[in-house]
């Protein structure tokens, strides 16, 4: 019965970390704020999940009175900007 009850508790606790992980990552909101902290008035356009390399990112088309062309990509995870793409 030891056994079993450890065995029962080692999937726990696996499950509950995986649900963690799941959760840790950044809503296509978030993603949207970020871009709006950085350019303040811009407009968003289209926000996209994908993978980088591997890695969940967003990426995040806008427009500014002064960008008529922005992107950014943003780790899904962390919240970083990975790549900021500008056109004038």
Known sequence: MKKKMGTILAVLAV????FSTAFASMSAQDAENIVLKEYPGATIHRVDRDYDDGRRVYEV????DSIWDGELTIDADTGKILERKEKY
Request: charged share 25%; hydrophobic share 40%; aromatic share 12%.
């Open 15 to 18: 499950s509950a970390m995986g």
């Open 61 to 64: 088309d806008f427009r500014t």
